[in-house]
């Protein structure tokens, strides 16, 4: 039936029974307009008079219902539908309500359970139950009042409200249908256009982080290839550096051979027992003689320091006494110190003891010193003190001091590298090469010490050589080295027949020639080290004077080809050469009977070795 509207000024604006099908039309337009009317908008009026027409239907299953609307505080539409009996609290109509609409049921009534819960038959709530009060509200949109004259105004609304035909209520709910249809789509599209936002700012960030870590990668291999570009650097350095050391050596060497062999040939013009020259002959020879000495020692100094440098300079130790290398020193400078106004004053400080080291290399360090000391000064002294030093006394320290011209800070290290000559007057009329200190400290820390220079220009400058006492390398100067009695010419000349000489230097193998004319009956020659092979083979000789540095194979290559072949195992070799290093050993490689010096070849030397040779005949 119709709503019947109350006059009253109860709450309700509207209220009516619910006792037949429809009824249930009745109700869910009432509450479509109490919902227009109420402000909500249109899918929530939708929302609301669906949701009522739900629980109505399972209501009216369950006998009826009263319905009353109301406009409460907080602002809300509230719709309250007390029904006559139970309705089950698991009825699909109020399952389907509850998800549209807020509400509450109460009492909760007993599941109906079965076919009852479809609500067909009447009366299929729990008998004896409480009927069920159903409420459903709507919050008003934020703002809304809730007075007495906005409920008048409802309630004219709602008495106003026709009830219309099913056809046209059929009419309204599918307009409704299609119009939730069109929101759902709206909504979808919505959900769309989120989508493909979300995607897009992922994409974005995606490319953020991708640019990121290119950049990053970027940088990385950028430190990569600053590190790998200061690694090739240093590698390139140390090769310079090699190549420098090489390059020395390798000319140092080559230039020793042909400088070594003007020597020997200019001394053997000068040989009393050669052919007589002129006066003037003699003089220029002497001169050639003089310069090739000059030239040798610079050779010599080069060789020595790349030597040094390259670490292949072996220090002979050996117990050294230290007032015999201070009066060593004083006898050979001595000459040196020529000008009036400077005094050269060599002392030991105290009882110094020996020294374990090398003497040679010792001496020729301390030359070096004292020799640039007289050098670069003009007045005063050039002092030199040997004492021991360090908390244990283990080390040696010789301080070579001198009242000269001094070095600049800027030179003071400087000095030590090759070819450095600091500026100053005196350098017009010095001699020298930048050499000499250079080789001195590389002398000095193959020693196991150090060499050190504090100097001030104008006053003059102090070098200090620092040397263990006992420098703890291996002390091969053993007690067999006494066994090697110097060289020493027999009564007569010892001859051979054959002899052979093995050098790649022509000019050389002449020299060798030339001494052993009266000693041997025959002169063989060979160039190099497999020629020297196959004339040993051809044509054994007595003796063979080899030279070590060979093209091809070596010397040392020779001598080890012929200790393994039992016909050629027990020819006496002679090592000849430039180095005096292997020469101060006495003994040459392997199984040389004796070492000669290139540098002092004369023929008394000659004449020992063969002595030797002939003394070592089964
Ligand atoms: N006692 C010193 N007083 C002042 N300057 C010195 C002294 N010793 C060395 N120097 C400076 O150091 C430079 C290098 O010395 P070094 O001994 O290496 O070479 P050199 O004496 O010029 O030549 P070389 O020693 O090769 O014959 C010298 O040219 C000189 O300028
Ligand atoms: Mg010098």
Redesign the pocket.
């Known amino acids: 039936m119709g709503a019947r509207h109350h006059g009253s000024p109860l709450p309700e604006l509207a209220t009516m029974r619910l006792d037949s099908e429809p009824d249930v039309f009745t109700a869910r337009q009432l509450a479509r307009a109490a919902g227009a009317a109420a402000g909500l908008d249109g899918p929530d009026q939708v929302r609301f008079a669906t949701a009522l027409s739900e629980i109505g239907r399972e209501a009216l299953a369950a006998g009826g219902a009263r319905i009353d609307f109301v406009l409460r505080n907080p602002p809300a539409l509230a719709v309250v539908l007390t029904a006559d009996r139970v309705i089950p609290a698991d009825a699909a109509g109020l399952v389907a309500a509850g998800r549209l609409v807020d509400l509450t049921v109460s009492p909760t009534g007993p599941a109906a359970g079965g076919a009852g819960g479809a609500g067909g038959a009447g009366g299929a709530g729990g008998a004896g139950g409480a009927p069920t009060v159903v409420t459903l509200a709507k919050p008003l949109a934020p703002g809304a009042v809730v007075d007495d004259a906005r409920r008048t105004r409802l309630r004219q609304i709602l008495a106003a409200t026709v009830p219309l035909s099913p056809a046209d209520e059929l009419r309204v709910q599918n307009s409704e249908l299609v119009s939730a249809l069109a929101e759902l789509r709206d909504n979808q599209n919505e959900l769309l256009r989120l989508n493909a936002e979300l995607e897009e700012t992922n994409r974005g960030v995606l490319a953020l982080y991708s640019q990121l870590s290119a950049e990053l990668e970027e940088t990385n291999r950028g430190v990569v290839a600053l590190y790998g570009e200061l690694d090739e650097r240093g590698i390139a350095l140390t090769r310079a550096n090699e190549a420098k050391t090489r390059f020395l050596r390798s000319v140092s060497h080559e230039l020793r051979a042909p400088v070594n062999s003007v020597l020997g040939l200019a001394r053997l013009l000068l040989d009393p027992a050669g052919d007589s020259l002129t006066d003037e002959q003699r003089r220029q020879v002497e001169l050639i003689l003089a310069s090739t000495k000059d030239l040798l020692t610079l050779v010599n ?1 080069l060789l020595d320091l790349s030597k040094a440098e390259s670490g292949r300079l072996e220090p002979a130790l050996e117990q050294v006494d230290i007032r015999a290398v201070l009066a060593h020193l004083d006898g050979s400078l001595r000459p040196l110190a020529t000008r009036p106004g400077v005094e050269l004053v060599i002392e030991e400080d105290g009882e110094v003891g020996p020294l374990y080291t090398d003497e040679t290399l010792l001496g020729r360090v301390l030359r ?1 010193l004292v020799g ?2 007289l ?2 000064t003009e007045h005063g002294e050039v002092r030199v003190t040997a004492a021991r030093t360090g908390d244990a006394g283990d080390t040696v320290t010789f301080v070579v001091r ?1 009242t ?4 600049s800070a800027e030179d003071v290290e400087q ?1 030590f590298e090759e070819f ?3 500026r ?1 007057h005196l ?1 017009a009329r010095t ?8 080789y001195a400290r590389r002398v000095c820390e193959l020693l196991g010490g150090r060499l050190d220079l504090v ?1 001030e220009l104008g006053r003059g ?1 102090t ?1 200090t050589v620092t040397l263990p006492r006992d420098a703890d390398v291996c002390h091969q100067a053993d007690a067999e080295e006494g066994a090697d009695s110097p060289l020493t010419p027999g009564e007569a000349p010892v001859r051979v027949s054959t002899a052979l000489v093995v050098d790649d230097d022509p000019a050389f193998r002449m020299t060798m020639r030339r001494l052993l004319a009266d000693r041997a009956d025959r002169v063989l020659e060979a160039g190099d080290g497999h020629e020297a092979l196959a004339a040993l083979h051809a044509d054994p000789p007595d003796v063979v004077f080899l030279d070590l540095m060979l093209p091809g194979l070596d010397g040392g290559e020779v001598m080890s080809t012929m200790g393994a072949d039992p016909a050629l195992r027990d020819i006496p070799v002679v090592i000849v050469t430039w180095s005096d290093h292997d020469t101060r050993r006495g003994r040459g490689p392997g199984s040389a009977v004796a070492v000669l010096a290139k540098l002092t070849l004369s023929q008394r030397a000659i004449d020992a070795v063969l002595a030797r040779v002939d003394a070592l005949r089964p």
């Open positions: 100094d070096n640039n000391a050098k670069f001198d000269g011209i001094g070095i000095v450095y000559q600091a100053s350098h001699r020298g090469t930048g050499l000499g200190l250079p100097s400058s070098f």
